[in-house]
């Protein structure tokens, strides 16, 4: 067969693995969600920046250009000046380099919020993607726990704002110089360990995944997964791995209240004062985090909402002094079925070291962020997002296609527009007036507004109540009773077009909300 005769092909649909398209219902959600972040973030008294998606990639920090192609965990590509630019990681090191660039003209301390996409270039699974959304708050040029604190009371508040209660979420905290401390107590300190501290502190912050024996199996020589999949651990002697593991995964004297264990900051502080090795990061860490848990007490947070934990790790290398993650508490069913603890959506701290990159000088900072799609599956799991339907919008209908026509069926739509209501013209092939209601019905519009010849004439409109209307035809069965019957549909004149929408609109949600029994 010759090149001409052959057909083209066809060009396959295909989604990047690792990504996803998002619909409607949860862009609209998202946005909800967002909204009632960003109002306890300025409350806070926090103003919002934005930084672009790509940043040179030296600039990213943890992941600096090592080899032709710096593609490790991020997205690379050679500019024309053959400078390396990568898809931001996360929202801070960007933020950071923002600082440093703009040192001289912004105000300390600095306390921005910033929301949007962040890229990982890591192996997509179930639940794990390479593009998505973050929320981040962060203060720059505060030196003091007090900004560490106020973070964790602001997560606490974030989290109650958007619906979850008390009881269903805690902040854990920890601090940095804790674990630096331990790791000085192994043997493990000084810059010549920095690798092996990094394997130690992997493995410690796969508790919450893989339980104590888990994280006792990567500190040791490493751990084989139901799939047969090896991680090599962190070839930790046996003395060493008793040392870490009695340090941070112990449960301190608990009490029980109405069946729930209660944590005291008071009894885990007293541990790690009574257990800590004589060198001076396990001192700092205890008393900052000492400084701490008197800050939540004095502002009236209690240990149900934020909590002192040894165990919490926080995974980036950046990380110096205090650190804290939101987790949620309550039971949610994964795709095995399993009733499983929800877990974490979102985690910050210390990081003094990241701007300081830059500018050859000490600048100290302190942030979280919140990982928004995380955070968007628990709040429908509790029924707190996304709940409401969208109305559709009423939809004007076309029966006949001359200019004038068309001209006025706009005029309607754009006057429905003008006040506040949601509305189209119908633009698909108007000859067929059953598949316009049709089309009605699957966009959810409530109303559609009906003008033929003979209504022009006489200067009015047909209002067809469309939610009534179905309502209707399943009460109805007769065709002389559904004649007689009309309620869902009415004549009114062009004039009176908008009041009566207005109206009928007002009558359906009275109806929605009499469903929900309000």
Not at 59 to 69: H, I, N, Q, T
Not at 286 to 297: A, G, I, T
Not at 500 to 511: G, H, N, S, T
Request: hydrophobic fraction near 35%; glycine fraction near 10%; proline fraction near 3%.
């Amino acid at each position: 067969m010759s090149d001409k005769n052959k057909k083209p092909q066809k060009l396959k649909a295909r989604l990047p693995r690792g990504f996803v398209d998002r619909e409607a219902a949860d862009i609209r959600a998202a946005a909800e969600m967002m909204e009632k972040i960003r109002e306890v973030y300025e409350r806070y008294g926090f103003d919002p920046i934005e930084t672009p998606l790509f940043e040179y990639t030296d600039a990213l920090g943890k992941f600096l250009p090592d080899s032709d192609r710096p593609n490790e965990g991020v997205f690379s590509l050679q500019d024309d000046d053959d400078q390396w630019m990568s898809l931001r990681y996360d929202l801070t090191a960007p933020m950071a380099r923002h600082v440093a660039e703009n040192f001289q003209e912004i105000q300390l301390p600095y306390r921005t919020y910033r929301a949007g996409y962040v890229f990982r270039n890591e192996k997509p699974g179930p639940g794990r993607f390479r593009q998505f959304m973050q929320f981040d708050a962060d203060t720059v040029g505060a030196p003091g726990v007090q900004a560490d604190a106020e973070m964790c009371m602001m997560m606490a508040d974030t989290l109650e704002a958007l619906g979850i209660k008390r009881g269903d979420y805690v902040i854990r905290v920890n601090n940095r110089k804790v674990l630096d401390g331990v790791m000085e107590a192994i043997g493990l300190g000084g810059e010549e360990n920095a690798g092996r501290r990094l394997g130690v502190l992997r493995a410690m912050d796969k508790f919450d995944k893989f339980g104590i024996e888990g994280v006792r199996l990567l500190l040791g020589k490493g751990r084989k997964d139901e799939s047969g999949d090896f991680t090599k651990g962190a070839e930790l002697d046996d003395e060493q791995i008793r040392i870490v593991t009695n340090a941070l995964f112990f449960s301190p004297s608990e009490t029980v209240e109405d069946g729930a264990i209660v944590h005291s900051n008071q009894r885990v502080l007293a541990f790690l004062a009574a257990n800590q090795r004589s060198n001076d990061s396990l001192q700092q860490g205890y008393d900052e985090l000492w400084s701490m848990s008197e800050m939540f007490r004095s502002a009236g947070y209690k240990e149900d909402q934020i909590r002192i934990d040894v165990s919490v790790v926080r995974g980036l290398e950046y990380y110096t002094g205090p650190v804290y993650e939101a987790e949620l508490t309550f039971d949610v069913t994964n795709e095995k079925g399993e009733k499983v603890v929800f877990g974490s959506v979102g985690g910050g701290g210390r990081y003094d070291g990241l701007v300081s990159r830059f500018m050859g000088q000490p600048v100290p900072a302190t942030g979280f962020s919140i990982g928004v799609s995380r955070l968007m599956t628990a709040l429908k799991n509790l029924g707190k997002l996304g709940q409401d339907d969208v109305q559709g919008p009423v939809l004007v209908t076309v029966m006949d296609g001359d200019v004038e026509s068309m001209g006025r069926y706009q005029r309607f739509t754009q006057a429905l527009r003008a006040e506040g209501i949601r509305a189209e013209m119908y633009q698909g092939n108007w000859k067929k007036f059953g598949n316009q209601l049709k089309y009605a019905d699957r966009r959810g519009s409530p109303i559609a507004i009906i003008q033929g010849g003979d209504e022009r004439e006489q200067g009015v409109v047909q209002i067809k109540d469309l939610i009534e209307g179905k309502r209707l035809s399943g009460e109805i069965t007769d065709n002389a009773e559904w004649r007689e019957a009309r309620v869902a549909q009415e004549v009114v004149s062009e004039a009176e077009l908008v009041a009566k929408v207005r109206e009928i609109l007002a009558a359906q949600a009275e109806d929605r909300r009499r469903a929900k029994g309000g």
